[in-house]
């Protein structure tokens, strides 16, 4: 069973940057595309972005130009950058296989003062 630790997380003012990372167990890229998911208290889960085993990235457009996702294949690692932020992007944030098939990890606070 894979495991997923979550860690950058951290209190920020709007504007700033923070780089997560997410590291697993083992071979992240045998489920074909992990994910970063972040959950705001009282919403649902969502998917921010994406990378395939290719390389190819997806962003949901409440992120686009503002986060960038890169894994890193031989640390079974997956980054997620995060410039510009806003207080919407407050959240918990973590990684899974997208969709997701891995037990959920304890994620990591984000949170963006105005």
């Known amino acids: 069973q894979v495991q997923l630790v979550e860690s950058g997380g951290g209190l920020v003012q709007a504007g700033g940057s923070l780089r997560l990372s997410c590291a697993a167990s083992r071979n992240i890229f045998s489920f074909n595309a992990m994910g970063w998911y972040r959950q705001a208290p009282g919403k649902q889960r969502e998917l921010v972005a994406s990378i395939s085993s290719g390389g190819s990235t997806n962003y949901a457009d409440s992120v686009k130009g503002r986060f960038t996702i890169a894994s890193d294949n031989a640390k079974n690692t997956v980054y997620l950058q995060m410039n510009s932020l806003k207080p919407d992007d407050t959240a918990v944030y973590y990684c899974?296989?997208?969709?997701?098939?891995?037990?959920w990890g304890q994620g990591t606070q984000v949170t963006v003062s105005s």
């Open positions: 899974n296989s997208r969709p997701p098939k891995i037990m």
